[in-house]
């Protein structure tokens, strides 16, 4: 490696299956190019005079693992569970797949990291127990929190960052020398390969030193020359000095640890203890931030962190195979998924945090006559409004037979299997007519994304269900105006001429404040113009029918909200808002 710094790779995790805009700022010092071509990341290897996609490099690993294990086990292999980071997006997982198979192992399963090691310290469990695990590794964090007992692993919650691992506590200290070097002789190390890969060694080691020395001797002799000789690294970085160069990357931890906790409803009194996994988990400062984290619930570290997540993977291995029946393992999916509907309404299938494989199935309807066919907006988020969340897929139902609005029913369902992919159909219940669509790559949000959607969420929530009322009030004056017309028109000469002179200005001017839009209507006179018409509707129906009408069942259903309010024969329904098709 220190002879040919641009040959070796490591830390290819972090590129596999991302575009190069993706990774620009996370390149940093590294030893070997990452370059940019057409958009793609590819890996420099001047040994082989090749341009590397980071999925041949895996895949190289993984023969070499291949071959490791045929040679241990004197017999073919030709299958593998493969594990990655919780928070791995689809594409990520998909790339990590073809590396498998340009290894030439038909990939069974792909698998979340702290999962595994979960399910490695849980095999002897019998009383069920509530374990948060903390997976620390090279490239990123990962935080799930299962429960484990009598043969289930059930992850009821997962987070993570994909951008936090060991490497940014190497580059740290990287840094901190290669300034060092910088002040006191006017050479930057990390301008030279060869130079940055031996510092980037020494600093690996002095990292792990730390984790059992108070403090720690990096030194790199002859590291560079100067017109008066040789020049060597020689630094003495203590543990206390390591704990402030890396105190921001610590505190990163907490972001994903209470985001866990807070999507899981489960509180930190209610868990047993913390596995730590992943060789950086033995960072005495990520020890401390995790008792803290915790309310210093016992740490759990008996089985090897570097090798806990193997030996769980070996068990789901064996699970797939019907060596081991007697555990069962249960994933999550991270955010909601759902549809948009009438008004910019998102409107919820499966909830976050729900088990998989899962399969949630609603009713909607129409929101205009004789519409024949509907939009479906898939999406995915934790925000009330439509335009606030993640598009995923649009697909279009044809051919719903002409009706009144809110008569068709339209089932939507929403359908995840184990590997995590998702199918979307909708079908109109009068012809069966059915259209789906698959979304391979709805789990294609990064961590930090989902960790700002949800916090986002929660911090606007207010503004949100402010904008839904809003929102909600304009649909039920425009419903308003128009069974108002419908209304005034059937009764023709049964409505008195001096009631209709009375109902008409009301009525005007309800519509021209619908016509001003949802942008410029002034909502406090919405609702003042809306009450005062459905109040003469009130008296028009008490002199007419001869009965009182209470207002709020005056023509102009309000739009119904999800789980929805009823239609046709007394379902739960949506209603769809789109364009008639041109």
Known sequence: AVMNPQSPFHSVKRFIGRRYGEIADEVGPCPYQVLDIDGKVRLDCPALGRQLPPEEVSAQVLRKLREDAESHLNAKVSKAVITVPAYFNDTQRQATKAAGRLAGLEVMRIVNEPTMAALAYGLDQRNFSTILVLDLGGGTFDVSLLEIGDGVCEVLATAGDTYLGGNDFDRRIVDWVADSFQQKEGIDLRQDKQALQRLTEASERAKMDLSQLQEVRISVPFVAAGAEGPKHVDEILTREHFDELCRDIVERLEGPVMMALHGSGVKIKEVREVVLVGGSSRIPAVQAMARELTANKPMNSAINPEEV?????????????????????????????????????????????????????????????????????????????????????????????????????????????RDGILSVSAKDWATRRRQEVQIVGFSDLEDHEVQNTIQEAQDLWDLDEQRKEELDLMYSARCLV??????????????????????????????????????????????????????????????????????????????????????GGGDPVDAFEFAEPA
């Open 482 to 567: 128009k069974q108002t017309h419908e209304n005034l028109e059937d009764l023709g000469s049964k409505v008195p001429e001096d009631t209709r002179q009375v109902i008409l200005p009301r009525l005007d001017a309800l519509e021209t404040a619908v016509n001003k839009g949802e942008e410029n209507v002034n909502y406090a006179e919405l609702q003042q113009l809306t009450k005062d018409l459905r109040f003469e509707l009130m008296k028009l129906g008490q002199r007419v029918f001869g009965k009182q009408v209470a207002p709020d069942n005056a023509p102009g259903p309000a739009r119904p909200r999800p789980p929805g309010g009823t239609a």
């Open 309 to 417: 997540v193997a030996i769980g993977a070996a068990v789901q291995a064996a699970m797939i195979a019907g060596e081991v029946q007697d555990i069962m393992l249960i994933d999550v999916t991270p955010l909601t998924l759902g549809v948009e509907t009438n008004g910019g309404v998102f409107s919820p299938v499966i909830e976050r945090n729900t088990a998989i494989p899962t399969k949630g199935t609603r009713l909607f309807t129409t929101s205009e006559d004789a519409q024949d066919s509907i939009e479906v907006v898939v999406l995915q988020g934790e925000r009330p409004m439509a335009a606030d969340n993640k598009k995923l897929e649009t697909f279009r139902l044809e051919g719903i037979p002409p009706a009144p609005a809110g008569v068709p029913k339209i089932e939507v369902t929403f359908e995840i299997d």
